[in-house]
């Protein structure tokens, strides 16, 4: 999975079959405009550093106006935060796509195990360098850090209302997105050490299972 902040382009399908309904031509520029703005921001963003360029800059790079970019990206930090637009939901996804019969829990877990496998960047577990750049990019800079918290407090939300919406589910959604953030955060760590993914995959398996029996078990032993 790519982190990025939208979804494939679908092209001109027919809505007869049983896929998602076609994308326009202006949701499809829009979707455009959203990536090479995003682009742009982060290529100046990881040349001279996130402080160090203005918005005004990465406008003129993208040749559009401020305003303009602002219609797209409320804050600076969404420039980058934009690629993981797509992932907020993704937990309540996980949970509302689940198979017969099977939990919340261990849909979440089968779904984290599997983007191990795939060496998904969202789990921390990639080397590609591109990814390496974009996420010492991100943990290197303390407001992009602040602002990730509020696409992970929504990400939480998102969670909770997917699993029923009491305080029991806000309390349990609470807890498993801190898992997956912070196994994730613990991967990356290790291969910014210098480990690869593949060094440290077996490690990260056996964390999230240990990870999974806690939040199934609680914190008591």
Request: aromatic content about 6%; glycine content about 8%; overall charge negative.
């Amino acid at each position: 999975m790519v982190m990025n902040g939208e979804n494939p382009a679908n092209g001109d399908r027919s809505d007869s079959g049983d896929g998602p309904p076609p994308v326009g031509l202006r949701e499809r520029k829009k979707r455009l405009t959203y990536q090479a703005v995003s682009d742009a921001a982060i290529t100046m963003f990881l040349e001279r550093g996130f402080d160090k360029v203005s918005v005004a800059e990465v406008a003129a790079a993208a040749d559009i106006s401020k305003p303009t970019l602002f219609r797209y990206f409320p804050a600076k930090e969404d420039l980058v935060l934009h690629r993981f637009a797509d992932h907020e939901d993704e937990a309540a996804r996980v949970v509302t796509g689940r198979a017969p019969g099977e939990t919340p829990l261990d849909a979440l877990r089968r779904h984290f195990l599997d983007g191990l496998d795939r060496r998904d960047p969202v789990t921390g577990l990639c080397d590609v360098p591109q990814v390496l750049a974009f996420l010492r990019l991100l943990y290197g800079t303390p407001a992009l850090v602040a602002r990730l918290h509020a696409y992970q407090g929504r990400s939480e939300a998102a969670l909770a209302r997917a699993l029923g919406g009491g305080v029991p589910e806000r309390l349990a959604a609470g807890q498993i997105i801190a898992v997956l953030r912070i196994l994730a955060l613990e991967n990356w760590r290790r291969i910014d050490a210098g480990e690869s993914a593949d060094r440290v995959y077996a490690g990260a398996v056996r964390e999230a299972e240990e990870a999974f029996v806690q939040l199934r078990t609680g914190l008591e032993p």
